[in-house]
């Protein structure tokens, strides 16, 4: 792949921004600036549906996404244009560089009913990765792959109690203040359900426990985001540590990837395979709220049963290949092609001021510890279990040390690593899963 320059972007010929032109991408740019900035009544003249919202945020992703491609030391150690747009929009929230309004949309968009542009993404990615992998190669992951995020959770332990120590933490302390909230699956199923856990504990508010929770959590979640963009540089250097978006070491999926690209995909299949996915995410989340009304000690959330559902199929081989074809389409196009979109939507609900405040020199070396922790016991093991060192410490590492879905996509992104996304699940939400039993202990002996 040619190396992106500043130079082609101001190249009025060359479809460069995102598949313009700069006059019709400048035009474009005007065009979008205009309605968002311009006042007309309540909401301007946006109109908060899915089309405009796309579009807005597609704009903005990609007048930053090119740029930070070609930043110097930024494209190929921090993150490159995913990473740019994550923090660009991140600011543009935090300082309201953009009508309120438009960023209430934006959330609704986001994360919230009736958009929710990340129960489309996610599950997309989960079900087109999942059903395209070999069955043997898939079996073999699944088996190792809990062993591997035990491992990480374990490194990360010793690693944050020993830089704790030289702040003056216990190792209670450091467990339960810095190990549970950034090992935990994220905010919603780990920082949220902990807080409440210890407030049944101890009998205070949970928001006490909550607050710093949340920002040692901000803090390995931008490490977790800049982890991921130095670990996809070590594979660029040191190839024999990576399998290049494959988790597995296995010579024969090479052949199931050749089969794959010979099957011709059109837009029928993509569409049976969106509608496909649909389907099974209500069947997982159907199956969440049946789990739920069980009163089990934990939750398992519905993207779990939706990687569980998908391996399941791709076991017990059901699935016709023309859909598995038109899955792993659909997942390509969504990793490839809407991933600026979604990176900022997460930064536009990401608080810079939360992070900067966090950032005291103690917190960052203890978060810091905690991540390399992970990452390094990861590496150390990975090969011995058959796995890619890279590929393992971004998922069972990475991926259980930051702020759970939305995290997951930024550090695949900044890793460029999408297609791992069914590990980043796993880790985010079995992980968690088995860090909240952890916590439920850890709270119920020393809170």
Not at 91 to 109: A, C
Not at 171 to 177: H, R, S
Not at 200 to 228: H, K
Request: net charge positive; aromatic share 12%.
């Amino acid at each position: 792949m040619a190396k992106k320059t500043f130079s082609e972007i101001f190249n009025f010929k060359k479809n460069i921004w995102g598949g313009f032109s700069l006059p019709i991408f400048s035009f474009i740019l005007l065009i979008v600036g205009i309605i968002v900035y311009f006042p007309f009544g309540e909401t301007g003249f946006i109109r908060p549906n899915f089309l405009v919202i796309f579009t807005i945020l597609a704009v903005f992703g990609i007048l930053f996404g090119e740029i930070g491609d070609r930043i110097p030391i930024w494209n190929e150690y921090i993150g490159g244009g995913t990473v740019l747009v994550f923090f660009m929009s991140a600011v543009f929230g935090t300082y309201n560089l953009v009508p309120n309004h438009l960023l209430k949309s934006i959330e609704i968009f986001y994360g919230k009913q009736p958009v929710n542009f990340l129960e489309i993404f996610i599950p997309t990615l989960i079900v087109g990765s999942v059903l395209t992998v070999n069955r043997k190669t898939l079996v073999k992951a699944i088996t190792g792959y809990i062993p591997l995020i035990i491992i990480g959770v374990i490194g990360a332990s010793v690693f944050g109690i020993a830089v704790g120590l030289i702040f003056g933490k216990t190792p209670i302390d450091i467990m339960m203040n810095y190990v549970l909230p950034i090992m935990g699956g994220g905010t919603g199923a780990g920082a949220i359900p902990m807080s409440e856990m210890w407030a049944q504990q101890t009998g205070r508010n949970p928001g006490e426990w909550f607050a710093f929770a949340i920002s040692i959590l901000t803090i390995a979640n931008v490490l977790a985001i800049l982890g991921g963009a130095l670990l996809n540089k070590i594979g660029q250097r040191k190839p024999q540590l990576t399998g290049f978006g494959n988790l597995v070491i296995d010579n024969t999926k090479e052949a199931i990837r050749d089969e794959e690209v010979q099957l011709e995909v059109g837009q029928k299949e993509f569409m049976a395979a969106l509608v496909f996915t649909g389907v099974l995410f209500m069947f997982s989340h159907l199956s969440a709220v049946i789990w739920s009304s069980f009163g089990f000690s934990f939750e398992m959330h519905r993207l779990a049963f939706l990687v569980i559902y998908a391996v399941i199929l791709n076991i017990i081989n059901v699935v016709p290949p023309a859909l598995k074809a038109g899955a792993k389409n659909m997942q390509n196009f969504f990793s490839k092609h809407t991933i600026w979109v979604l990176m900022g939507a997460v930064g536009f609900g990401t608080n810079v001021d939360e992070i900067i405040n966090s950032f005291t020199f103690g917190n960052l070396c203890i978060a810091l510890g905690i991540v390399l922790g992970a990452v390094v016991s990861i590496m150390v093991v990975s090969k011995k279990m058959k796995f890619y060192p890279v590929e393992a410490a971004i998922t069972a590492g990475l991926c259980m040390a930051n702020r759970g879905g939305a995290g997951d996509v930024a550090v695949l992104g900044a890793a460029n690593r999408m297609e791992l996304i069914s590990f980043a699940q796993i880790s985010s939400r079995v992980g968690g899963a088995m860090m909240l039993i952890l916590g439920s202990v850890i709270f119920g002996l020393f809170a």
